[in-house]
């Protein structure tokens, strides 16, 4: 972005960025693309979702936040990225359908690229044909809550087969899901929220979500934007 406002001022150097001061900024007209973070539930939704067909329009794609792509993709998912745009960040429409889903195991040097949808990586391997496994990811022990213990506890309350590492998750994603407890707990934290409230898409009884409100934090409109999509 920085380059398209002022080329000189900017320069790559291998692993390096030198800054030149001096020149100056000039205005751009920048269109900001959707966060990846927030389409990403939509995007699952699409995958696991018996009969859906969901379009993101507009949505970024810079290599360092698509690690949901990649792994969606080595997962088999029916999906399609079309519309491709660069300007200051790049984008696209991504289209995804329902799939038959193949399980994944991800280490510690792609955490970086999806720390944020590991929730969603495990409600992907929830439904996917296999054992799949998440380490590397301690990290999550210190987010907005324990997310490893929160998905842990609340997708074992969905019939989920979960296993909780110190560091990650082992999900088998064969067996069906009986609902032990449908008295969830989003433990405040707004993206174990929003991935409850798409697993609970998945369950024949009516679930209750406590602190659901969470969502507010980075994506108030949740609820409207679902109503919209299942009507």
Known sequence: MLTAFSPKSIEKQGQQIVIHPGYDLQGQAITVPGDISSAAFWLVA????????????????????????????QMGANLTITNRQDQAEPSADITVTSSDLRPFEIGAEAIPALVDEVPLLALLAARANGISKITGAEELRFKESDRLQAISQEFTKLGITIEELPDGLVIDGRPSWHVANPNLDSYQDHRIAMT???ASLLVDEPVTIKDFDSVRISYPTFLTDLAQLRS
């Open 46 to 73: 699409g995958a696991i979702v018996p009969n859906s067909s969901i379009t993101v329009k507009n949505v970024g794609i810079n290599p360092t936040r698509t690690g949901i792509l990649t792994v969606l993709e």
């Open 196 to 198: 409850l409230k798409i």
